[in-house]
């Protein structure tokens, strides 16, 4: 695999940041289970879009249209990182 960079400070920074994204959405994830609310895991609402916008948190459509926006930004950083 490539690497981003070879500065271990900046890897360090990003694997902190993952770490905690993956923490997160674990913590998220099991509360969801627990209290049978997947409200929670919407993105929008991860991002606290909700607090501009508090009708992007609510309903299953919404829901579906947050990780379709996950899936445009997932695709737009692949295309940017592919180009270098």
Excluded: C
Excluded at 10 to 37: K, W
Excluded at 62 to 74: K, M
Aim: net charge positive; glycine share 4%; charged share 15%.
């Amino acid at each position: 695999m490539k690497k981003i960079t070879e500065n271990n400070y900046i890897r360090a920074i990003i694997g902190v940041v993952l770490l905690s994204a993956f923490t997160h959405t674990v913590i998220l994830t099991l509360f969801g289970l627990l209290h049978m609310d997947f409200t929670v895991l919407n993105i929008f609402k991860i991002l606290d879009l909700d607090l501009f916008f508090p009708q992007m948190a609510i309903g299953a459509p919404n829901f579906i249209w947050s990780y379709l926006f996950l899936g445009a930004e997932y695709v737009l950083i692949y295309l940017l990182l592919k180009k270098k």
